[in-house]
């Protein structure tokens, strides 16, 4: 199968570059600088050019605090060109597997959120992210996925567990909040369980819920990471009250789907970050 893949430069994109490849399908990997998801006419063009058989759309505004100074920015990526790319690839009668967040909940939940749980973002980039899901199932109503996912971390991008092993590198201490939790996910394996959701005849429709197993908190995320890598830092849990941030985050955003079978469960957020740090091992060798 062909992919089309926006967004392919990003932490997300690359690695799903790679599972098609891997997988036997041929990608074709749209970076920003080569297909800005904001001009409808590029968008359409592109994928007329293309001629996919599915379209990925890892594309966004991912700067969760930036969205609150200028949420018409984040909007016009992640929910308008959200709906460029679903509806050149309903032009194109193929189907879209759009990326959406956990920070379309408000967090105030304490069981896992399901697909039918009712959203209510706290944030602009949440708004955006939610009117992106709106986008995506008004163009390309029989003919889309939404995947919710969250917390990504991987080898491709500035991620939680990078930015942590570069602290700990430096300090002696590091202070990290225990009172926000939520499904680590490595892009590896969310990359693979796309490529595998995209490659079937047809996808399910919809929204899924497909992120790490097993929850956390970034404070028992951040103790995880220091001691797989055997730094002496001492890791200290501290309150979002703590270390105030412009963008509100959900409290709790755990992930799990309803949807059974159609929906592919990934392995533990720990054994994620076991594949992490050991891609990151051989990059430093
Ligand atoms: N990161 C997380 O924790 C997380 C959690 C849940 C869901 N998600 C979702 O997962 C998806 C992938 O995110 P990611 O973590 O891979 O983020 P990422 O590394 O920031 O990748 C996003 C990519 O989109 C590109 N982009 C931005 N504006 C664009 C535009 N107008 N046209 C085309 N491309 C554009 C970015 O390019 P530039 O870098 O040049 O701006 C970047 O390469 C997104 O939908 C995100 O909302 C992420």
Redo the contacts with the bound molecule.
């Keep these: 199968m062909r992919f089309a893949i ?10 799903v570059v790679a599972a098609a490849r891997a997988a036997g399908h041929d990608p074709v990997g ?4 080569e ?5 409808a006419a590029a968008v359409a063009d592109a994928m007329r050019h293309a001629r996919p058989d599915v379209v990925v ?8 605090d930036g969205a609150e100074q200028d949420e018409d920015g984040a909007l ?3 929910g308008v ?2 709906g460029n790319v679903a509806r050149a690839a309903t032009a194109c009668a193929v189907w879209t597997i ?6 379309v909940f408000d967090g105030a939940k304490r069981s896992p959120y399901v697909e039918s749980d009712p959203v209510g973002p706290v944030s602009s ?1 949440g708004r955006s ?1 939610l009117a ?1 899901e709106r986008a995506v199932a008004g163009e390309a109503p029989e003919s889309h996925t939404i995947v ?7 080898a ?5 567990p990078a930015t942590i092993l570069r602290l700990a590198e430096e300090r002696d201490e590091l202070k990290v909040v225990d009172d926000q939790v939520g499904c680590p ?1 490595f ?1 590896g394996h ?1 990359a693979g369980a796309l490529v595998g959701l995209a490659a079937r005849r047809p996808p399910p429709v919809g929204i899924v819920h497909v ?1 790490g197993g097993g929850a956390c908190s970034w404070y028992e995320f951040a103790r995880e990471i220091v001691a797989s890598a055997g730094v002496s830092c001492e890791v200290r849990p501290c309150t979002t009250a703590d270390m105030p941030r412009p963008a509100t985050r959900p409290a709790y955003s755990v992930l799990r789907s309803e949807r059974g079978a159609e929906v592919p469960s990934l392995p533990d957020w720990g054994e994620g970050l076991s594949e992490y740090m050991a891609l990151m091992q051989e990059v430093r060798a």
């Design positions: 926006t967004g392919a430069a990003g932490m997300l994109g690359q690695d749209f970076a920003r600088a297909l800005d998801v904001t001009d759309n890892c594309a966004a505004w991912t700067n969760v016009a990526v992640n060109g959200a759009h990326i959406s967040s956990d920070y980039y992210k992106g919710r996912s969250s917390w990504l971390f991987g491709g991008g500035l991620c939680f996910t892009t969310l992120a």
